[in-house]
């Protein structure tokens, strides 16, 4: 009786494995159909889109495409195949990909999606997911850069020294973008310390979260102070001023007839905020 049984429990397991090798022989890979695009492109920019069809099935037909509502088809389709062999539990499963793709021009702001195209695969119907891509202005892309969130942290060592001590005094810029560079500085004026500079000449950003937001951030500037006087001494207010830039996508000719990409460009005025540092007297007990 147990032989019997053991017999019967094997025998289903053999069944059942095999079962299982002939639903992956049978099934390979599955047919689909997907777009490769960026999300976000600007007005005049061109741009590549790619219909991709992979399957276990070999697909010769492109994918056509006549129309883009909001942009101008530059050219296209230009059509790439490839195929991969692999072995699955000892079978061999060949699969298909072809890519069509496109070169479009965007004509004009909004939000676009793009056609979900159908393929025909062995009497099946496939379509990609919907795919949106956003088109922006040149004032969309500086409204952006003036939104920048930057500033400048001033920070003392102490707020309240003796006479004869040193304090130190730095000023830190964070930005949570990065920085094409320092236009130009305004430096509050120390009139009341004896000052040395000891920033430091080769650094590099780091970054720090704050509420949520990642910064990167550099010390522009680091003095080493000490009082020439007793009392409040207030240090002024001043500024510093950088420069942010984005690409437009766009190409552009200069006068020479070269071509670059274009990048619009704009300052950003950063304010450093004045402090007050108390100076004693304070006689040795």
């Known amino acids: 009786m147990t032989i019997r049984s053991n017999f019967y429990s094997l025998h289903k397991l053999f069944i059942l494995a095999f079962l299982s090798i002939l639903c992956i022989s049978a099934t390979g890979q599955e047919t689909k159909v997907s777009i490769k695009a960026p999300e976000t492109v600007t007005i005049g920019e061109q741009f590549k889109v ?18 883009i509502p909001g942009f101008e088809i530059i050219y296209g389709p230009s059509v790439s195949n490839s195929s991969s062999t692999t072995f699955q539990n000892g079978k061999r499963i060949q699969s298909y990909t072809v890519t069509s793709t496109y070169i479009l021009k965007a004509e004009q702001k909004g939000s676009y999606s793009l056609p979900r195209a159908e393929v025909s695969i062995d009497n099946k119907k496939y379509k990609p997911d919907n795919f949106k891509i956003t088109v922006k202005s040149k004032e969309d892309i500086a409204s952006e850069i003036d939104n920048i969130d930057a500033f400048i942290k001033v920070s003392v060592s102490r ?47 780091t970054e720090k979260e704050i509420e949520g937001k990642v910064y990167k951030v550099i010390e522009i500037r680091k003095l080493l102070l000490q009082p020439r006087r007793l009392g409040e001494i207030n240090i002024p207010e001043g500024s510093v001023t950088v420069q942010y830039s984005k690409p437009t996508g766009r190409k552009v000719r200069d006068i020479w007839g070269d071509v670059y990409d274009e990048v619009l460009t704009n300052n950003k005025v950063l304010k450093i905020d004045p402090v007050t540092i108390r100076v004693q007297d304070l006689k040795a007990i």
């Open 50 to 67: 790619s219909y991709i069809v992979e399957s276990d099935k070999e697909v010769r037909e492109p994918v056509i495409i006549k129309n």
């Open 159 to 205: 707020n309240s020294i003796n006479l004869s001590d040193t304090v130190t005094i730095t000023y830190r810029l964070y930005s949570t973008e990065e920085i094409r560079k320092i236009v130009s500085t305004d430096f509050p004026a120390i009139n009341d310390f004896y000052s040395s500079n000891i920033t430091r000449r080769r650094q590099n950003f």
